[in-house]
Antibody, heavy 120, light 107 residues
């Protein structure tokens, strides 16, 4: 079945970087953009950016520009989200999500989420 | 940036009642590119509605959306216990943004 499986929980120190993976299966990896959305504890959803798995092109939310990098490994149908210069405000569950279809950025498939804890 | 404001923050209703959730945009949502998600505790969000009013696969017809431009309403016609969740609207016509969510509690 179509699914996105994310890497496990991470604990990082302030100032460090974290890299979360999202492995796609059950569909053609290059046909659908992947987006990243995060959710701080008890808070709402926050869009971080998107990656075109076919070309590798990215668009980042202004808030994260310069601090986030989204990449992919086509051979293993996996996308990555790396966030640097972590602070306590970055503690959240990070989700990858697949769009419904090209150019239509509603998300029909979500990863299970990866909890990132930032603590000294 | 398109700011989405959802109201009320919390809705407490009994099973069988009608729930009305509002999503207001700071500017017109282009081409009805609005979606709604349901998020249950400890789970990832689930797509309910896209294209302003199209139910996603497997979503019962108890869920419907009305509105256009800057004002949208998600209606759950007959609440069931499993509808306990937080509901988010999202616009994807001008970059992407989410509303702050409405929590639906079941009395």
């Amino acid at each position: 079945q179509v699914q996105l499986v994310q890497s496990g929980a991470e604990v990082k120190k302030p100032g460090a970087s974290v890299k979360v993976s999202c492995k796609a299966s059950g569909y053609s990896f290059t046909d659908y953009y992947i987006h990243w959305v995060r959710q701080a504890p008890g808070q709402g959803l926050e869009w971080m950016g998107r990656l075109n798995p076919n070309s590798g092109a990215t668009n980042y939310a202004p808030k994260f520009q310069g601090r986030v990098t989204m990449t992919r490994a086509m051979s293993i149908s996996t996308t990555y989200m790396e966030l640097s210069q972590l602070t306590s405000d970055d503690a959240a569950v990070y989700y990858c999500a697949r769009v419904l279809w090209a150019g239509y950025d509603a998300f029909d498939i979500w990863g299970q989420g990866t909890l990132v804890t930032v603590s000294s | 940036e398109v700011v989405l404001t959802q109201s009320p923050g919390t809705l407490s209703l009994s099973p069988g009642e009608r729930a009305t959730l509002s999503c207001r945009a700071s500017q017109s949502v282009r081409s009805g590119q609005l979606a709604w998600y349901q998020q249950k505790a400890g789970q990832a969000p689930r797509l309910l509605i896209y294209g302003a009013s199209i139910r996603a696969t497997g979503i019962p017809d108890r869920f419907s959306v009305s509105g256009s431009g800057t004002d949208f309403t998600l209606t759950i016609s007959r609440l069931e216990p499993e509808d306990l969740a937080v509901y988010y609207c999202q616009q994807y016509g001008n970059s992407i943004s989410f509303g702050g969510g409405t929590k639906v509690e079941i009395k």
